[in-house]
């Protein structure tokens, strides 16, 4: 029996995001471990039926001795448990998953780039992430590998800077999502308008500029809207401290929720999802999920951000960085019930052609079986 690591930060992350993969790989016949840090979640991967294993990791760190420390461990895992396959998710994980998978020789590599983050959030890629490219590229100077991207620009990157050869990259248009779990869903029709943001407090997630727009639009929609932020706090370097988010939000017209593990069903609850990031996003599973139930999205022409929808369509694209058009936007769908329904169906039918988890699980057991065999 074939043996695959799915390498990820976090048991959370797994199960909202590579879940359905590791699942179909076991039906598969594979032997599938989750290698994540634990945050509390790991009974419900081994109710899955899959064997886990504990990663000592600092997903937002940049300690020298923690991530030294990611290494050594990957390494000896892999020298010692001798997996046919590691899947690799996110960039710190490609970064030294890769290079173990490369010193301890093992047959092959899958690394999902799942966006660049804020490493590479300038327009120039900067010294730290032009080092980060070099360490990526030795370890994928190989055989029996393949670098999953979610948006065509991340890929550019990769290839211009000689990282991948394009013969060894595949295309997946985000993580899908369940379209039985995820059902349209009409928006509710009674109380006030309710713009939902689901994301990490990090500032490139465009938190500020979405508080904003909501006071620009304070003295036309108090009492007819609510801006709800949902989402924990978050240690990158860039995150936002908890008493600047309660300066900001008065807890009735901006309101931060926190972290919630109901985020399906305030989705279902609201009417518009906004999204104002500049992050070097992969394709946000929150707007994918918006698609799903059928809400209008305002979102930026950034990375990843600009996939999900269909400029005048399914929602509106708006300059990073620009409250004033953000809140233009949203006042447009605020007030039109009628344009509301009439994009959060075109986004359903976006989310059927191209966001079904199943197009993207078929697609992971197309790479297991071109590196490794059934």
Known sequence: MKKIFLVVNEDRFFLSHRKDVAVAAKSKGYDVTVVAKDTGRVGEVRALGLKWIDLPINPTGMNLSDELNTLRFLYKLYRK?????????????????????????????????????????????????????????????????????????????????HIIKPKYCDFIKGSGVDLSEYHYTSEPEEGPVKVIFTARMVKEKGTFELIDAAERLRSEFEEKVQFLLCGGLSNNPKGIKREELEALCDGK???????????????????????PSYYREGVPRSLIEATAIGRPIVTTHSYGCKDTVDDGV????????????????????????????????????????????????????????????E
């Open 81 to 161: 448990e001798r997996p046919d396959l590691v899947h690799h998710i996110g960039l710190k994980l490609i970064l030294w998953g890769g290079l173990a998978a490369k010193l301890a020789k093992v047959k092959g590599v899958v690394n999902a780039v799942s966006g660049l983050g804020v490493l590479f959030s300038g327009d120039k890629p900067s010294f730290m992430a032009r080092m980060v490219l070099q360490v990526i590229r030795f370890s994928s100077n190989r055989r029996n590998i393949s670098l999953i991207f979610q948006n065509h620009e991340d890929m550019g990157l990769f290839v211009d800077h």
């Open 314 to 373: 399914n929602g509106f694209l708006v300059p990073i960085q620009n409250s004033k058009q953000l809140a233009e936007k949203l006042r447009v769908l605020i007030s039109d019930k009628a344009l509301r329904e009439r994009m959060g169906k075109a986004g359903r039918e976006k989310a059927e052609r191209e966001f079904s988890v199943v197009g993207v699980v078929n697609k992971h057991m197309e790479i297991y079986q071109r590196l490794i065999g």
């Open 253 to 275: 017209y901006i309101q931060w929720l926190g972290y919630r593990s109901d985020v399906k069903q305030i989705l279902m609850n609201s009417h518009i999802m906004a999204f």
